[in-house]
């Protein structure tokens, strides 16, 4: 009862009561399309748009996951990898073990695809060389320029079992969709969560005529959730019962433990009034 108690609190206080491991984690947030019952991802359109309006983020970031082709001379693996805004990595505050971040440079249109890569990645298929940083790999047959090597991240979401980052290189679009970037961002420490969604609510108004010939759900529009909420989605009720059910468990254990004792004592009754008559 007691093992079972400990191995699911361990497992709820993993996941709902201790924050994300980043710096201002109650207020990393999720960014999304609300189209009631769906919620969507952002578009380029979107995000390009989010970033240039936005006054209420101290940083916002997106990701779309992308699985790539690595090749060298000993031959080609898939691996899976992301694909980021140049703000990707100071948005969790993970600065590479060897290289540089991502600049915003490296997001121009035109410019050799800048890329960084998993700590298991270097080790693994670069041999751990400290002369790899600055060298170019080859990813879906084009080279990308290697500028940092991450440290080793277990148990950080978003960045943990990626093999590869790769710096967006993103323009403007002909057309609103397609809708692939999940949008995420950090709130000022001195703004609500309401303004933040009132900001996002106005620049989405301001952005919907631009784009009405390829996209016409006028009642969609932004809006925010936890970042946390997000990663382990609606377990808090499943989790209370499996917590509850386990305590139970505990307490049938308690009671079983305490009537043995109690039927121990009561045989040897005639025992015990020898011993204190003696």
């Given at each position: 009862?007691?093992?079972?108690?400990?191995?699911?609190?361990?497992?709820?206080?993993?996941?709902?009561?201790?924050?994300?491991?980043?710096?201002?984690?109650?207020?990393?947030?999720?960014?999304?399309?609300?189209?009631?019952?769906?919620?969507?991802h952002f578009s380029v359109a979107d995000y390009l748009a989010l970033q240039a309006q936005q006054t209420q983020f101290e940083r916002i970031a997106g990701y779309a996951d992308r699985t790539m082709a690595w090749s060298d001379a000993g031959g080609a693996e898939r691996l899976t990898g992301r694909l980021v805004t140049w703000t990707w990595f100071g948005l969790f505050g993970v600065q590479p073990a060897a290289g540089r971040d991502f600049t915003e440079a490296d997001s121009q249109p035109g410019r050799t695809p800048a890329v960084i890569v998993s700590n298991s990645f270097w080790q693994q298929r670069l041999g751990g060389r400290a002369d790899a940083v600055g060298t170019t790999i080859r990813l879906d047959n084009a080279?990308?320029?290697?500028?940092?090597?991450?440290?080793?991240l277990p148990g950080r979401p978003f960045i943990q079992n990626q093999q590869f980052f790769v710096a967006a290189q993103w323009t403007a679009p002909p057309r609103k969709g397609p809708f692939f970037i999940r949008a995420m961002g950090r709130l000022r420490a001195d703004t609500s969560r309401a303004a933040a969604v009132d900001e996002l609510h106005a620049i989405n108004r301001r952005l919907f005529p631009?784009?009405?010939?390829?996209?016409?759900?006028?009642?969609?529009?932004?809006?925010?959730?936890?970042?946390?909420?997000?990663?382990?989605?609606?377990?808090?009720?499943?989790?209370?019962?499996?917590?509850?059910?386990?305590?139970l468990v505990w307490l049938i254990a308690c009671t079983?433990?305490?009537?043995l004792l109690v039927a121990r004592i009561t045989s040897r009754r005639r025992e015990l009034a020898v011993r204190a008559a003696l």
């Open positions: 009862g007691i093992g079972a108690t400990t191995a699911i609190f361990a497992a709820v206080n993993a996941a709902l009561l201790r924050p994300l491991p980043y710096p201002g984690a109650d207020r990393l947030v999720r960014l999304y399309t609300d189209s009631p019952p769906n919620k969507f080279e990308h320029l290697l500028v940092g090597v991450l440290p080793p631009i784009w009405r010939a390829s996209y016409q759900d006028e009642k969609a529009t932004w809006s925010i959730e936890d970042l946390k909420a997000f990663v382990i989605g609606d377990v808090h009720t499943t989790a209370g019962i499996a917590l509850a059910a386990v305590a079983n433990a305490s009537n």
